[in-house]
Nanobody, 124 residues
């Protein structure tokens, strides 16, 4: 069992920066791939980024590539999403997820555990 708690959301101006964190409980965090997804009102849930169990591979949606960076610290059981130059269209609730298959994936079904989400609002 893995429990995930996101933090770091809030209000940020377009062009600024913000870092989301996702703290995981459980001793097996090191074996899970981690992903970030987002859900904006009126839109479908969208993949943002993912990282493999050891941090060796990362994967980004085209919409955030070059602006967002995913990383993880397995000693702290935490995954991060550094968001640089956010845009108003990045406004959404951001969710982190843990996948026991270990590899980074953009598919919702590959993740077993989900956090409650953290709201990010980007003002223009």
């Amino acid at each position: 069992q893995v429990q995930l708690v996101e933090s770091g959301g809030g209000l940020v101006q377009a062009g600024g920066s913000l870092r989301l964190s996702c703290a995981a409980s459980g001793r097996t965090f090191n074996f899970y791939a981690m992903g970030w997804f987002r859900h904006a009102p009126g839109k479908e849930r969208e993949f943002v980024s993912a990282i493999s169990w050891n941090g060796g591979s990362t994967y980004y949606a085209d919409s955030v590539k070059g602006r967002f960076t995913i990383s993880r610290d397995n000693a702290k059981n935490t995954v991060y999403l550094q968001m640089n130059s956010p845009k108003p269209e990045d406004t959404a609730v951001y969710y982190c997820a843990a996948g026991s298959r270990g590899y980074e994936s953009r598919w919702y079904a590959d993740y077993d555990y989900w956090g409650q989400g953290t709201q990010l609002t980007v003002s223009s």
